[in-house]
């Protein structure tokens, strides 16, 4: 970081940037399944996690107080972790007849996405790349060995 403006531009266009990949890359996965949140919606969440955390760590005085730094990264941290639910609430559809309910993979996602978010605004590089990776290997591997399981003759 550059240390006479307090702000590295290249740094934050960095970390913003790869919010909006991560969440876009998520997004991808819910666009091709067909889900109601996809990468325009997933990218903008994780955009929106980045941009909150980034400018904590680079609101002006905080810096030179790494105690009340912390204590304000631990708000927004929490803040934007328990805000986000409401959006994921959104995809959550429960049918009582039918006893079924949809929506909670792509709720997780919304969740998943803004938890990225953060981790980008902070530069967490090494949680950012395992995370993502770890979320598409759900999001794909997993789903594809849900779907050999059903498909597998049962025997009674």
Request: hydrophobic content about 55%.
């Amino acid at each position: 970081m550059d240390t006479t403006s307090g702000i590295d531009i290249v740094d934050i266009a960095l970390r913003l940037g790869a919010a909006v990949v991560a969440g876009m890359l998520i997004g991808l996965n819910r666009d091709i399944a067909d889900k109601p949140i996809g990468m325009r919606t997933l990218g903008l969440v994780c955009l929106g996690a980045a941009i909150v955390s980034v400018s904590t760590i680079h609101f002006r005085g905080l810096a030179d107080h790494p105690d009340a730094l912390s204590r304000v990264v631990q708000g927004v941290i929490q803040g934007i972790m328990a805000g986000i639910g409401f959006i994921g609430a959104g995809v959550i559809l429960r049918d009582q007849k039918a006893q079924t309910v949809k929506g909670l993979t792509t709720a997780a996602t919304v969740w998943v996405t803004a938890a990225l978010g953060i981790a980008c605004g902070l530069a967490a590089w090494e949680i950012v790349g395992l995370s993502l990776a770890l979320a598409v290997f759900l999001l794909v591997g997993v789903a594809w060995i849900e779907e050999v399981y059903a498909k597998a003759p049962r025997g009674k």
